[in-house]
């Protein structure tokens, strides 16, 4: 194993994204160890000192650390992975690419074009590798589908669709997690949610040109957080508190190619877990994506035979689909968190090899585009034009 | 209008099959005019006078009797429709040939194999049209399977695997409507589900050989019917009374082609409304139909790109398929009741035409077989050859 | 039967939507008969004299006749029914209504709201009774989620999400049929499909009273037409002809009780046939409908205990749900036509008992306010209010 | 994390499930750290030194082994997990229970009761903790699904129907892998997947007291192998050999309970994957899980009110269900590999609090007694009792 190449890893943030990322890395040589990548989990970083120090031992970190800055100045370190509240991206991002390292970012990048613009900005004049974590790249279906598009199948593309609903707060006495409070995260369903179905449609349909928005907040007062778990929620507490996110995001875009598309997303739709599904309608036919079954494509074939025609569910683990033939047998699914290890995977042979990588921090920026945009129209109340 | 060929029809019986016959003879005209056959409704009979005169203006019938023998008698009459229980089919149809009409029975033919023989000797004897209504061969969707197969879209066939799951009787104070008397109906979930299975896989998959079963009553006590309604059901009386019929039939049968086969039928299935499935596995292909939703044909095409392969949904509306360029546009469904104006367009195009209709009395004479050999098989624990 | 009333019927046009109303005025006595109402097919009107003869024949009324103001002068026609395209809807039901008949019109009820209130205007004025043939209102699954809503099951509700997908255009040698042309058919997708979903969300949801739209013409040039068919479609010509509406309309929309919504039409989407769909949010639960499985609605109830929680398939067939019991047993299916037969069932019963009738002119106008408002908005680029 | 209890692994066999089960243990400690037990891989044995030497490395094993006895007579080791092909679990578990381990075995746990009688007889005289890798347990839907037939939610219990359908043979051409070897693997679909469905039934159902079956090879000449693979395939050969395993296995069963069972098993099912489906009706409900779509139960309740009855589709990804408050927020999936943990979570629980554990080697011996008496059954072509 000589001739694997060994990248050091810091991480900034243990909670549900720590935890998915760190998994991903753990894994990659066990599933990958064809690409002589191997991520060591240096050091996990965050504030609270008895909390990082019990994560780094859950992870599988050597070390841990409560101040990000000096786990940037050490020169033990290659790649810095920020999975903090969206508030902090901006300067960790910043000051690791001043010091020549790696950057891979949780998305949203940042809660504006003029923060997000900066942090490209300086991975651009450091020359620094960098990567936004778009997840749902990495789900086979949609690499599958990228392939299918790019190779014609679909034909001239008409219609985009998407939705990414969820429903963990529909219930008015969830607490303002961070997730619920502007200054920290940035936005509610907008950023979180909808911001991945932008990087889905911009990997998928290509540029959006202009946008018309509008965006809500049904449950405005909600009980203040008493206390966070892993898993998005917590206790509340019993003082009420404002919600100062949207609940809802919803806009209609055009695409420079020509094609018009929705885009909705939703912490309030009762049933809807981790509803992320698109369809896309082209004039040889069409497919369909849902997060929740994310095992599966389903296609539709418009030059099949007229009697033999109908959306037909590919099973996305078979061999020949990207990434599963280094996972289980054909109809032994993966899961979310392999999501993660695929597009970590990706990122690392190109970091490796040199490559731009997508998608990087002017991904990033390009979707933080789309969101501001989006929250003017709907502030305006008329079209934007990105 | 004048080329236009009248069939006079006399319909014996007018429950739930009356009312789904007469309406299919109603309805032929209307979509399939170019075939220039109209059925006209002479007569409907019954035992109870104020029932079957009810009943025939509400049919469309232009008069009632109470004496079927009266009815076939007649000679205004062409086709004798045999819809009563069926204790009373063989008489009726034996008569109907001697008198040298068309004759058009429910299934089961009947609850024996002798008898059931004795109806085809009869027809055969008087050399009469004679069809039995396995209405399910009139599915647009089952008419596109038995169409792929023919065509070898299959490939050679290894699996049938079929289910007919209803839940009307998991009650147990469900009463004991006349389908759950032994001595009317013949049999339970038997001759009145699986029958339709059998005939199905006859029809798709050619004869089977041999068959080794197991039928069971779960709740052998209900109520005593007071009085019963035109969807199954009635209204219990407060006095039991013994169940004469299976709850459920469940066979292993191997096919003429080597293929083999599961068939279960049942009566007890919560949640199953009319849940009619089966499943073809060849080696080029599979095929799912599912009555409840007949619209469609689940269809996987083993040759397509390794890619791409998948179940695709058909939806079987299309001006391609069969029947349903008669009836609505694209995914514009029709429902159960088109399924016996379908089957009864094919069969009086063959009795006028002279052409060899199937399923005929020869079909369900070679299901009885099939059904007897099932109990056989049940009540002495062992394999059974047709 | 002489407590029977009987209501005389002129259907003016004879395509399409003539096939579907006459199949549900000839079908109503047959499945409804306990609501004493006999709709008589007296007699069909349309310009072409060989083609209405034909189908007057085929469609089973007495007579035809080519001339539409003679139709309405006469004594013996009670209700005057409107299939026509829709140019010519505002001067025929004007003419009928101030001939006092009954008015039941196709929607959309006319191409702009001007002509839609002129409609209005003449049915007040002239007291007749009137109806616009929303016929998915007569989905059992629709009226049982409008049961649901009205019962307050949902709670507090926050989305509407609805598309109207087909693709019965998505070839580019589809030929110009009426449907696509401007001055025949007012616009596309606009008001053939979306029309529907702007009546289903005010009956479910209430008012709308706001929008920003986008309009789409995707293929602006195809066939001229040489001959239509009664599908939709027909055969092309050899020339080329410009496409005067849109194929695709999509809009945001505010709802006067603080829910908003998203609406899309389109006939490009390569692989919907007639994917009716929409989902509606509550705070207590969710539903969705989709009219290619027109016999099914799905439920979320977000009361159930946490580890039940889940969509179900409500197979609306049951004695139990609206209209059902009148047709066949649980899970037997119905189809399309049947929509049509139970909204003229409610219609003639409100007509006959006086009864102010949903949906009627009003609702027409209304639901024309949105589709102009949405015109507007995709025509100026701005929100419209309503 | 000094009270953190230490297991040292000798993991024997390194393809497919030596791939899972090394996972398994790896990941416990990140996903399940609560429970304070750590598996360490200490050694993994196979009788190839350069491919074992390479998959210690790519599994995380310590050391590695070419000769399985050393492996057991080392002190350092607690547990000694046995996936190697079926026919030398039996020497190998019969030695490791002599030596007073922990004995962790794949599934089928031999290819005969009186094999597997031995194996159970070494467990229970050498009072070793024992269990048998029937990994489905472990699956969140089919834990709830036991919770809830414990808890009487589906009332009596009538039917169980259960499919276990692949088709990676289906292709003539798949070469003899030693699953396709009586000699190496026992069966083919029968021990392979059918024991999968007999566990299952055992543990939602109860006994099984008779069945009557049906074993098929479709298939009986294929390539002879010329190198394996680790997702169940490899390279063909040119030259044929003898298939000596089943492709199908079908049987009926009676269970202790007085419900009937169906139960079929292939490899020749084209579109199935890894189609491990079941459904279970009772007075009080139904429920349907399949593998394919793991993170999913159907669940039926006839308790609902009449209109509201359906199958829902209950996501079994809240932290209400089991295991999965452990892995990622509701909606966010989990795969194939997961079940390996969730069993070996509770199984190396159960062992280190002394308490006996399900599936144990008596599970696997009462499993064999089925498989056993099907093959009889099939021989004999007559009903065997168990």
Chains 1, 2, 3, 4 share one sequence.
């Not at 991903?24 to 690409?35: H, S």
């Not at 033990?76 to 969206?86: A, E, F, K, Y």
């Not at 695409?255 to 997303?265: D, I, K, N, Y």
Request: proline share 3%; glycine share 8%.
């Amino acid at each position: 194993m000589s001739a694997t190449k060994q990248i050091r890893i810091a991480l900034i943030g243990y909670q549900f994204m720590g935890k998915a990322h760190s998994n991903a890395y753990r894994q990659l040589t066990k599933f990958f160890p064809e690409i002589g990548i191997e991520p060591v989990l240096q050091v996990l970083c965050g504030r609270t000192e008895d909390k990082v120090k019990a994560a780094a031992v859950k992870f599988g970190f050597a070390e841990y650390e409560t101040d990000w800055r000096k786990v940037i100045a050490r020169d033990d370190i290659d790649l810095v992975d920020i999975v903090t509240p969206g508030d902090s991206h901006v300067e960790i991002a910043i000051e690791a690419a001043k010091a020549g390292k790696m950057v891979f970012c949780e998305k949203p990048l940042a809660s504006t074009v003029a923060k997000a613009g900066a942090m490209q900005d300086a991975v651009a004049e450091n020359n620094v590798p960098n990567a936004v974590c778009f997840n749902y790249r990495g789900v086979p279906a949609v690499a599958l589908a990228k392939k299918m598009i790019e190779n014609g199948d679909l034909g001239r593309i008409y219609h985009w669709r998407s939705v990414y609903l969820q429903d963990w707060i529909v219930d008015p006495n969830f607490p303002i997690v961070w997730r619920l409070q502007g200054d920290i995260a940035g936005s509610g369903a907008h950023g979180d949610l909808i911001a991945h179905s932008i990087d889905m449609a911009r990997y998928l349909m290509g540029e959006i040109t202009e946008v018309s928005g509008m965006m809500d907040t049904f449950v405005k007062q909600r009980p203040i957080l008493a206390e966070i778990d892993d898993r998005l929620g917590g206790k509340a507490s019993d003082q009420m508190g404002e919600v100062t996110v949207d609940d809802s995001s919803i806009f209609l875009a055009r695409f420079e190619s020509g094609a018009v598309g929705t885009f909705e997303a939703t912490r309030m739709a009762a049933g809807r877990k981790n509803h992320n599904k698109f369809e896309i309608n082209g004039s040889k036919g069409s497919i369909v994506f849902n997060m929740e079954r994310m095992n599966e494509l389903e296609y539709y074939n418009h030059e099949d035979p007229d009697d033999r025609k109908g959306f037909r569910v590919i099973q996305t683990t078979d061999g020949s689909h990207p990434y599963t033939g280094n996972y289980w047998p054909a109809g032994h699914i993966i899961g979310y968190e392999h999501t993660f290890i695929n597009l970590i995977r990706d990122m690392l042979v190109a970091f490796t090899e040199g490559k731009e990588f997508h998608p990087n921090f002017a991904d990033g920026l390009a979707c933080q585009k789309v969101l501001d945009a989006v929250v003017t129209s709907s502030e305006t109340r008329s079209w934007q034009k990105i």
